[in-house]
């Protein structure tokens, strides 16, 4: 999936689209209006989008609530601030909690809406801005960010309302981050606007009706044979670094910390298997704030919960109980350990950090996301057999799409896509779902990288265009991810071209041999080049961190130019063994056509010729599964290009081959044997040959060879 970066623009945008310079030269000015939207204004003679939503009933009812002095406890507010977060800062999070989608319609991962008496705007990153338009209707300004010109949400507010003496902005401090508050009031401080804390969500007053629930399934542990290291040596590592850190307790809001650090998993998140809980860690307790009912006798068993009164066994408390404990337990601490941002991992809210005392908090990225990141032996081993496994489904599932295709037996759309894709993948072994909703978009549908498909929206699948199928599998042993682009009728040469050169990026940062102290921003100049070279760009990152079992985005990594390259303690921007992350460069032709690849990347050590040197690294391909032969235009290809698809190509035959043949999957291999052909690393291709477009064995010049020995045989 496409790498996120709306959070560092939150940020960093007031310095970056001020008027002026540090000279005092003037910039461009701000666009305070938005961006131009999709019919809109809407008229009766226009056709709005299929999945375009009707706000026109929770704008008012969120505005009543606005100015109920019950409902804010204070003073009517002039504006509303909703964000994605739920209590945990999630990157995705359930339906229970979609209160930004509740009200605005659009189902973006990423965005914030503001809403004022007669206003309501949307910002959002380079991922959502054509999924944005299609979905908002016309009561609300997008604000494009990446785009120049675009204000921050800040310097919107400041613009709005400069003619007013106090203004006041509410927002819920349990589902914002504490550094995203902590900026906004900095950049607020000379100005009328006042941000308001406001405890009572507005948005869970008006969503009353046909509001998802929560979960209710039970914890599990995860066994030592697939996490690879007990829980109590993990818990003895933060230990180490709260000591050295001189922190006397650690509280751990994360979902996905959590689940790796207690070997623990749940049901809480739609495709991420986590607990909805909080832990805090002391040098001599440690406390799970959890629902009982979510906590089986397997998972008492498991952390020891029985008469618990030492170091190395959990004491369980009610979820709800964490407030109390905070505000008690941190008269005695004196410093106290709270998460702040790193990559995907926003950090603890701001109502985690207001229950503890200025003067004690210690605000650094979680220990956890550092340990985690670097996968153990057994991790390592299981991610490997994990994208194997999910190999010989996707090998399976194109092959028998591209012969229901092939024969038009049935007619498939983009949800029947994703539907089938994932019953492929749930037949394997350990499969305990998909990693995060597919994304299966055909044609224009491919240009929008991020795009679900819908009843309203899905689109029949032609020989015309390229579907882009971007899927990943939740394993007991791993987490996969992957993105293929493929086309069952005969490509134009434009997208032949685009895909050729989306392919070369990627082979170029796989093949990269590079040294320890190289930042991963640094690499993504490498996948980006061959589509620079024709002025053209995407708007996501080229790489993200992925996790075992766990988040298919995991922090700290993020290959991204646009990502804030300065390392942190705790949040390095640095790769090491034991790492694996994404490689997806991508090209999106708005309104026609989209392509993208993505592989997962396993860092490993380079063979150094020189024992004195400094520590290499390389890349290797956990991902196998074969590229589309008809879209690579291999003219376009280097010698070493065309060496590492040929190794690539034959590590897929001699890995997953044996896989399929040995669970019967015969169509999936022949299919596979297909589309892996060898090419010369030199001269002409032979495309019947590598694309399979004729059967070699009957071609005129095997014809002519045949006929010759058997003339010099009589």
Known sequence: MGSSYWIILLTCLPGLMSNQDEYGISQSPLDYNGSKRTACPKSEFDNQPADRFDSSITLRQLRSEMVRMTSVHDKPLDGYIITSDDDHQSESVSPHDMRREFLTGFYGSAGEALITSNKAVLWTDGRYHLQADQQLDCNWILMKYGHKGVPSITEWLINEFDNRTEVRIGADPMLIPAFIWESWENQLAQSSVHLIAVTTNLIDLIWQVGRPKNNSYAAYPLEIKFAGKPWQEK???????????????????????????????????????????????????????????????????????????????????SYSEIWNDLRTMSQTWSKVWLPSYCGYAQGASRKIYISIPAEKRLPKPSPIIELRAIKNDIEILGMRKAHLRDAVAMCDFMAYIDQQLKYKTTKWDEMQVARVVNEFRLEMDYNQGIAFPTIAGYGPHGALPHYEPSDRTSLMIDLNSTLVIDSGGQYFDGTTDVTRTIHFGEPTQEQREAYTRVLIGSIELASLIFPSNLRTDQLDILARRPLWDMHDDYMHGTGHGIGHFLSVHEPPISVSYNMNATPTAGCTCYLSPGNFLSNEPGYYKAGDFGIRLENILEVVEADSPQQDRKSFFKFRDATLIPYEPKLIDTNMLSPAHRRWLNDYNNRIRNEVGPELKKHLRMVGFEWMMKKTRSIPEWGEVDERLFVGAANPSYSKYHCALIFIVILLQI
Do not use: F
């Open 235 to 317: 818990v003895r590592q933060v230990r180490l670094k709260m000591e050295l850190s001189a922190a006397d307790a650690l509280v751990v809001t994360a979902l996905d910390d959590i689940a790796w650090l207690l070997n623990i998993r749940g049901w809480d998140l739609p495709n991420t298997p986590v607990l909805k809980s909080y832990v805090i860690i002391t040098q001599g307790s440690i406390y799970l704030y959890a629902d009982r009912h979510k906590i089986l006798r397997s998972v008492d068993i498991h952390l020891k919960t029985d008469g618990c009164y030492h170091a190395d066994c959990v004491r369980l408390q």
